[in-house]
């Protein structure tokens, strides 16, 4: 008797082939991709278990065929991304079969009264967001359920209701409280964009009831949302961001590990004196998130930071946990590659990365941050100084990363 795996298995192999996706003969498909059958065999078998203990679900129920069936459309949609765009031969099938930093969320066309899975609801029965097309810009917008129309206020306090627009569908969305002194945070869920200087707009909500919502621009940060023709302001909100468990990678407090290192910390380089390994980390300082060089073998300040041409050490940092990162060749005369992993911003939200390279003194890998005004690498060294490197050094990219940020 066929199990219900082998079949969902063959259902799927059969729409990967209606999606012209190459699993018969082919071995070496577009994209530079080689697939090995006997292993996405296994992990389609290895999803269904998993999955099924996700979702609390048995074998015997109706809901399961319905469930995994959409799990194996993904899959397949998967596979199919890989196959045309080509995405890097480090980003196993195991890692395709399994997203689980991939980002959770998509932009659907909305149709009248028709709301898809997962839509992100505003905070008001009925209110879902979206975003809308206005001229060349696209504005962050309310989608009402009960009217199958879209409402947003373009500059000027024009309000704009469309009946075509976009849902945002997401299970990885959450809103964050901040107000307008603080940076805007860097996972913030780009919504919008203003075409002409290329301006980010970002969805907020009044934390005063009846709950409204608006745009946040990373100028003055403020909340403004149009209301009676007027736009109104609000320095205390919330703001809605990606829950950092649907993102290929994830910070861990250094205070929640109680001097451990976690597993997966990024190992970032190593001590020759101390013998001991360097690690990723970021850290706060004068409303700076800065990424940090992490030696855990010290008792205190255990990460290391560079600001203003000095090194500062820090007592409480973050741990950049992931698998999916590696570094590549950099001189300050290059772009920053478009797969290089933000691990903080400057007050004024401008992004820092994280770079490495050899110290020739001791031929030990320091690890520092990539500035893209300069394009160079500064470290924290010995002495409380702070060395700039602006030739042969590497900066770290996301292997298997998608832009959030897609319009």
Same mark, same amino acid.
């Given at each position: !008797?066929? %199990?219900?795996?082998?079949?969902?298995?063959?259902?799927?192999?059969?729409?990967?082939?209606?999606?012209?996706?190459?699993?018969?003969?082919?071995?070496?498909?577009?994209?530079?991709?080689?697939?090995?059958?006997?292993?996405?065999?296994?992990?389609? #078998?290895?999803?269904? *278990?998993? #999955?099924?203990?996700?979702?609390?679900?048995?074998?015997?129920?109706? +809901?399961?065929? @319905?469930?995994?069936?959409?799990?194996?459309?993904?899959?397949?949609?998967?596979?199919?991304?890989?196959?045309?765009?080509?995405?890097?031969?480090? *980003?196993?099938?195991?890692?395709?079969?399994?997203?689980?930093?991939?980002?959770?969320?998509?932009?659907?066309?909305?149709?009248?009264?028709?709301?898809?899975?997962?839509?992100?609801?505003?905070?008001?029965?009925?209110?879902?967001?979206?975003?809308?097309?206005?001229?060349?810009?696209?504005?962050?917008?309310?989608? +009402?359920?009960?009217?199958?129309?879209?409402?947003?206020?373009?500059?000027?306090?024009?309000?704009?209701?469309?009946?075509?627009?976009?849902?945002?569908?997401?299970?990885?969305?959450?809103?964050?409280?901040?107000?307008?002194?603080?940076?805007?945070?860097?996972?913030?869920?780009?919504?919008?964009?203003?075409?002409? $200087?290329?301006?980010?707009?970002? !969805?907020?909500? /009044?934390?005063?009831?009846?709950?409204?919502?608006?745009?946040?621009?990373?100028?003055?940060?403020?909340?403004?949302?149009?209301?009676?023709?007027?736009?109104?302001?609000?320095?205390?909100?919330?703001?809605?961001?990606?829950? /950092?468990? +649907?993102?290929?990678?994830?910070?861990?407090?250094?205070?929640?590990?109680?001097? =451990?290192?976690?597993?997966?910390?990024?190992?970032?380089?190593?001590?020759?004196?101390?013998?001991?390994?360097?690690?990723?980390?970021?850290?706060?300082?004068?409303?700076?998130?800065?990424? %940090?060089?992490?030696?855990?073998? #010290?008792?205190? +300040?255990?990460?290391?930071? &560079?600001?203003?041409?000095?090194?500062?050490?820090?007592?409480?940092?973050?741990?950049?946990?992931?698998? $999916?990162?590696?570094?590549?060749?950099?001189? %300050?005369?290059?772009?920053?590659?478009?797969?290089?992993?933000?691990?903080?911003?400057?007050?004024?939200?401008?992004?820092?990365?994280?770079?490495?390279?050899? &110290?020739?003194?001791?031929?030990?890998?320091?690890?520092?941050?990539?500035?893209?005004?300069?394009?160079?690498?500064? =470290?924290?060294?010995?002495?409380?100084?702070? =060395?700039?490197?602006?030739?042969?050094?590497? =900066?770290?990219?996301?292997?298997?990363?998608?832009?959030? @940020?897609?319009?």
């Amino acid at each position: !008797m066929t %199990s219900p795996a082998s079949l969902w298995l063959f259902l799927a192999l059969m729409f990967f082939a209606s999606e012209n996706v190459y699993v018969s003969s082919e071995k070496e498909p577009p994209g530079g991709l080689t697939v090995d059958y006997k292993l996405l065999e296994k992990e389609t #078998r290895t999803l269904l *278990c998993e #999955r099924q203990q996700d979702l609390k679900l048995t074998l015997n129920s109706t +809901h399961f065929l @319905d469930a995994f069936g959409k799990y194996l459309v993904e899959i397949a949609d998967k596979l199919s991304n890989t196959t045309k765009l080509g995405m890097d031969n480090d *980003c196993s099938i195991k890692g395709l079969l399994f997203p689980r930093g991939a980002p959770n969320y998509k932009w659907v066309k909305g149709s009248g009264q028709t709301l898809p899975n997962y839509a992100v609801n505003a905070g008001a029965y009925g209110d879902y967001i979206g975003r809308l097309k206005h001229g060349e810009d696209i504005l962050p917008a309310i989608v +009402h359920s009960f009217d199958g129309n879209a409402k947003a206020f373009a500059p000027g306090i024009n309000l704009i209701k469309k009946n075509e627009f976009e849902v945002l569908s997401s299970d990885g969305i959450s809103w964050e409280p901040t107000n307008s002194k603080k940076p805007i945070p860097g996972n913030a869920f780009v919504v919008g964009r203003i075409k002409e $200087d290329n301006r980010r707009l970002y !969805m907020g909500r /009044s934390i005063a009831v009846p709950v409204s919502h608006g745009k946040v621009e990373t100028g003055d940060r403020l909340l403004k949302v149009g209301y009676a023709n007027k736009e109104w302001t609000f320095s205390d909100y919330e703001i809605l961001v990606k829950n /950092s468990s +649907h993102s290929q990678y994830r910070w861990v407090k250094s205070k929640d590990v109680n001097g =451990i290192v976690p597993q997966d910390a990024v190992l970032g380089g190593y001590d020759i004196p101390s013998g001991y390994e360097l690690y990723v980390g970021r850290s706060w300082h004068d409303n700076n998130l800065l990424p %940090s060089k992490i030696a855990p073998y #010290r008792e205190q +300040h255990d990460a290391h930071i &560079t600001l203003g041409g000095i090194e500062i050490w820090i007592h409480n940092f973050e741990y950049l946990i992931t698998n $999916d990162v590696s570094w590549v060749p950099m001189n %300050s005369k290059d772009n920053i590659p478009s797969k290089a992993l933000q691990a903080g911003h400057t007050s004024s939200n401008e992004p820092l990365y994280v770079g490495r390279v050899k &110290t020739p003194l001791w031929d030990e890998q320091r690890v520092g941050t990539v500035d893209p005004i300069d394009g160079c690498l500064h =470290i924290p060294y010995r002495e409380s100084r702070e =060395i700039r490197i602006c030739n042969n050094f590497e =900066i770290m990219v996301n292997k298997c990363m998608k832009s959030a @940020d897609t319009f």
